[in-house]
């Protein structure tokens, strides 16, 4: 591996990609960490002769970018990471990001695992990808967030076979639900300045993005730390003020963040897109209590159906843990009747898995995992009868999408509405394309489009990815 090393210390990035150490990334987990994968890459390719290269591809080093939201979250990236190794025996398998962060000593012992790279460091390729390449044992980069850390995050310009782009706007959580190792992982929660994220908005449009999805680990709570304070309904007005020609749409937000002014919003712009994730995660006011979110079911009742009849055919999921400790039948039951009653489009249901570390995972009345496998099965039921609905009643419509990069066995393109569904057209244009579709049918549970009007070509599908 010294060649290598010497190549990635001594070659400038101008030389041929043959000379490069190639670098193969996966990543895990949310929105966020995708755009810091591609942060990592364009760290790498700014300052080394590097060239990335697909997963699944030869290469020297082996980065996955984890996540740590879940117990099946880290076995998947353990298996990753030895599946490469056996693979690719004389390659470096690197392991960064959230469970890197959290769990860094029992991630050095796994012996397939070359690095371990924390949230804290994994931008600073320029120390630990010369390092992991050069050293004979584990890397341990990962290093404890300071009190009071700043925003900062590369700037970058491309998402490798996407579509549609993320940016993400602000780091980290303050609130620490006693069922979440996330505030560990990340941090205190942090914004992006203004001027930072128009910078990035800029160069994505620039890129030929048509849309983008603004993204926080806790964005609700962007600009509480600015000085002075900016609300997140502040941020987005200039977005969309400054980007008339980006379509913009909202990660997620907690029930108690859906505002009048937000609402508004969505009713008097039409290039916000008319779809929000709300994370929920209980339709129980005691059960929300114990996980210490800020919030209470009615208030959750409420931002619902405000949103649901800001704007026809508006497109709200949701997160639902089942199964948290102590959650009875009366519990449970309150949340299945919201999901019943309340117009959600779609539903992410996760059985609740205890993390080390979190009040949680020592609380008492652990439900039987038999109890949370019914209770999730009847939450999927019903979320599947609520996409359903969702989806039918588009049918006839006319609505924005964007064509994405891939598409099925039969030459049909994925194509994401406006409102967050995905519709099948058989047109043959690049991802990236931002086009009017009309909806025309649902075969075989999936909706099937024509497209109407091309607004917005694709500026090359290659460019993405």
Same mark, same amino acid.
């Given at each position: 591996?010294?060649?290598?090393?010497?190549?990635?210390?001594?070659?400038?990035?101008?030389?041929?990609?043959?000379?490069?150490?190639?670098?193969?990334?996966?990543?895990?987990?949310?929105?966020?960490?995708?755009?810091?994968?591609?942060?990592?890459?364009?760290?790498?390719?700014?300052?080394?002769?590097?060239?990335?290269?697909?997963?699944?591809?030869?290469?020297?080093?082996?980065?996955?970018?984890?996540?740590?939201?879940?117990?099946?979250?880290?076995?998947?990236?353990?298996?990753?990471?030895?599946?490469? !190794? +056996?693979? =690719?025996?004389?390659?470096?398998?690197?392991?960064?990001?959230?469970?890197?962060?959290?769990?860094?000593?029992?991630?050095?012992?796994?012996?397939?695992?070359?690095?371990?790279?924390?949230?804290?460091?994994?931008?600073?390729?320029?120390?630990?990808?010369? #390092? /992991?390449?050069?050293?004979?044992?584990?890397?341990?980069?990962?290093?404890?967030?300071?009190?009071?850390?700043?925003?900062?995050?590369?700037?970058?310009?491309?998402?490798?076979?996407?579509? $549609?782009?993320?940016?993400?706007?602000?780091?980290?959580?303050?609130?620490?639900?006693?069922?979440?190792?996330?505030? %560990?992982?990340?941090?205190?929660?942090?914004? $992006?300045?203004? %001027?930072?994220?128009?910078?990035? @908005?800029?160069?994505?449009?620039?890129?030929?993005?048509?849309?983008?999805?603004?993204?926080?680990?806790?964005?609700?709570?962007?600009?509480?730390?600015?000085?002075?304070?900016?609300? &997140?309904?502040?941020?987005?007005?200039?977005?969309?003020?400054?980007?008339?020609? &980006?379509?913009?749409?909202?990660?997620?937000?907690?029930?108690?963040?859906?505002?009048?002014?937000?609402?508004?919003? *969505?009713?008097?712009?039409?290039?916000?897109?008319?779809?929000? =994730?709300?994370?929920?995660?209980?339709?129980?006011?005691?059960? @929300?209590?114990?996980?210490? +979110?800020?919030?209470?079911?009615?208030?959750?009742?409420?931002?619902?159906?405000? /949103?649901?009849?800001?704007?026809?055919?508006?497109?709200?999921?949701?997160?639902?843990?089942?199964?948290?400790?102590?959650?009875?039948?009366?519990?449970?039951?309150?949340?299945?009747?919201?999901?019943?009653?309340?117009?959600?489009? *779609?539903? =992410?249901?996760? $059985?609740?898995?205890?993390?080390?570390?979190?009040?949680?995972?020592?609380?008492?009345?652990?439900?039987?995992?038999?109890?949370?496998?019914? $209770?999730?099965?009847?939450? +999927?039921?019903?979320?599947?009868?609520?996409?359903?609905?969702?989806?039918?009643? &588009?049918?006839?419509?006319?609505?924005?999408?964007?064509?994405?990069?891939?598409?099925?066995?039969?030459?049909?393109?994925?194509?994401?509405?406006?409102?967050?569904?995905?519709?099948?057209?058989?047109?043959?244009?690049?991802?990236?394309? @931002?086009? %009017?579709? !009309?909806?025309?049918?649902?075969?075989?549970?999936? &909706? =099937?489009?024509?497209?109407?009007?091309?607004?917005?070509?694709? #500026?090359?599908?290659?460019?993405?990815?």
């Amino acid at each position: 591996m010294s060649e290598q090393l010497q190549q990635l210390t001594s070659i400038g990035t101008n030389e041929s990609s043959d000379q490069a150490v190639k670098v193969a990334f996966w990543t895990l987990g949310c929105r966020l960490n995708q755009y810091d994968t591609e942060g990592m890459k364009t760290a790498m390719a700014g300052q080394f002769a590097v060239e990335i290269v697909p997963w699944q591809e030869e290469a020297h080093v082996y980065v996955l970018n984890s996540c740590t939201v879940t117990g099946k979250a880290d076995q998947e990236c353990r298996r990753l990471a030895r599946q490469a !190794k +056996r693979r =690719h025996p004389n390659a470096k398998v690197v392991v960064a990001g959230c469970y890197a962060q959290t769990q860094p000593e029992a991630l050095a012992k796994v012996e397939e695992i070359d690095g371990v790279v924390g949230n804290t460091t994994k931008d600073d390729v320029a120390q630990w990808l010369p #390092q /992991v390449l050069g050293a004979d044992h584990p890397l341990l980069a990962v290093q404890d967030f300071e009190d009071h850390p700043v925003f900062d995050s590369p700037l970058i310009d491309s998402f490798s076979g996407r579509s $549609r782009a993320f940016v993400k706007i602000q780091d980290g959580c303050n609130l620490r639900c006693t069922y979440c190792l996330i505030w %560990q992982a990340r941090g205190p929660g942090r914004s $992006r300045t203004e %001027q930072d994220v128009m910078d990035q @908005l800029q160069k994505l449009v620039d890129a030929g993005y048509p849309e983008t999805i603004l993204a926080g680990i806790h964005l609700g709570g962007y600009g509480r730390d600015l000085s002075p304070k900016q609300p &997140l309904v502040n941020l987005l007005e200039k977005c969309l003020k400054n980007f008339p020609q &980006l379509r913009i749409r909202l990660s997620s937000i907690h029930p108690n963040e859906v505002s009048a002014e937000l609402l508004e919003m *969505y009713r008097t712009n039409s290039n916000l897109r008319p779809h929000l =994730h709300i994370s929920l995660q209980s339709g129980s006011s005691s059960v @929300l209590k114990r996980m210490k +979110r800020p919030y209470r079911s009615e208030k959750a009742w409420e931002a619902m159906r405000q /949103v649901a009849s800001t704007v026809p055919h508006f497109g709200i999921g949701a997160d639902i843990i089942v199964g948290f400790p102590g959650e009875t039948d009366e519990e449970f039951e309150e949340t299945r009747r919201m999901v019943e009653e309340l117009e959600f489009s *779609y539903l =992410h249901v996760f $059985r609740f898995s205890p993390r080390p570390g979190t009040p949680a995972a020592d609380m008492a009345d652990q439900v039987h995992p038999e109890t949370i496998s019914r $209770r999730s099965a009847i939450l +999927r039921k019903l979320a599947d009868e609520k996409k359903d609905r969702f989806e039918r009643n &588009l049918i006839g419509s006319v609505r924005e999408v964007v064509v994405e990069s891939e598409g099925d066995q039969e030459g049909l393109r994925n194509a994401t509405t406006d409102n967050y569904a995905t519709v099948l057209i058989s047109d043959n244009l690049p991802g990236g394309t @931002l086009a %009017q579709v !009309k909806i025309e049918e649902m075969i075989a549970g999936k &909706l =099937h489009g024509k497209v109407t009007q091309v607004i917005q070509e694709a #500026q090359g599908e290659a460019s993405h990815g």
